[in-house]
Nanobody
Framework: VQLQASGGGLVQAGGSLRLSCAAS????????MGWFRQAPGKEREFVAT???????????YYADSVKGRFTISGDNVKTTVYLQMNSLKPDDTAVYYC????????????????????WGQGTQVTVSS
């Protein structure tokens, strides 16, 4: 499985961006896809995740720091997941990585990096104040 992340860029505080993560190669009817981010000098952290099966969304989960501002969603045709980011803050500046794994991740597993088998290359998001 190959993941291609895109959509990053430079935006002013309060602005919006939409990230995309397209999966290719072997795909799964049920999968969990998530977004993590890593700011300079910090560890990579969980942002959001979505569980999808047969083109339907079963569950979306967010880190407290982005809840109410970010929305994760899936494309019904392609194996693509989006992260709509609104009301961006300078603290959101980071390299954003998408990740995926076959099957559904629940509880702590969905926020843990090691639970995901496939990773994209990362896309830079910079929010200026």
């Amino acid at each position: 499985v190959q993941l291609q992340a895109s959509g990053g860029g430079l935006v002013q505080a309060g602005g919006s961006l939409r990230l995309s993560c397209a999966a290719s190669g072997r795909t799964f009817s049920t999968y969990t896809m998530g977004w993590f981010r890593q700011a300079p000098g910090k560890e990579r952290e969980f942002v959001a995740t979505i569980i999808r099966s047969g083109g339907s969304t079963y569950y979306a989960y967010y880190a407290d720091s982005v809840k109410g501002r970010f929305t994760i969603s899936g494309d019904n045709v392609k194996t693509t997941v989006y992260l709509q980011m609104n009301s961006l803050k300078p603290d959101d500046t980071a390299v954003y990585y998408c990740a995926a794994v076959r099957g559904a991740l629940w509880e702590v597993a969905r926020t843990t990096e090691t639970s995901y088998d496939y990773w994209g290359q990362g896309t830079q998001v910079t929010v200026s104040s």
